[in-house]
Nanobody, 115 residues
Framework: QLQLVESGGGLVQAGGSLRLSCASS????????MGWYRQAPGKQRELVAD???????NYADSVKGRFTISRDNAKNTLYLQMNSLKPEDTAVYYC?????????WGQGTQVTVSS
């Protein structure tokens, strides 16, 4: 059972940057794929980026070229660098494995981008 704790969100102006972190209570070394998800008000939760244990990454079209996912297995931490933020990136951001496990959802971290 993993506990995942997201942090790093905040309020930022359009065009700004934020770096999100996801700290795991257990080792992520053996976990093949982890991802960042987000849920905007009134919308379903969506996967925005994922990374395998070998470092292969995938991004949703809406964030491609602006977001970068990375993982530090030694620190059991997942990161999401978000640049050129847009108001439509406003959401609560969560981390989880792929496919997501219900019990692993944390509280998320709120990202608000003002225009």
């Amino acid at each position: 059972q993993l506990q995942l704790v997201e942090s790093g969100g905040g309020l930022v102006q359009a065009g700004g940057s934020l770096r999100l972190s996801c700290a795991s209570s257990g080792s992520i070394f053996s976990i093949n794929a982890m991802g960042w998800y987000r849920q905007a008000p009134g919308k379903q939760r969506e996967l925005v980026a994922d990374i395998t244990s070998r470092g292969s990454t995938n991004y949703a079209d809406s964030v491609k070229g602006r977001f970068t996912i990375s993982r530090d297995n030694a620190k059991n931490t997942l990161y999401l660098q978000m640049n050129s933020l847009k108001p439509e990136d406003t959401a609560v951001y969560y981390c989880n494995i792929l496919p997501p496990v219900y019990d692993y959802w944390g509280q998320g971290t709120q990202v608000t981008v003002s225009s």
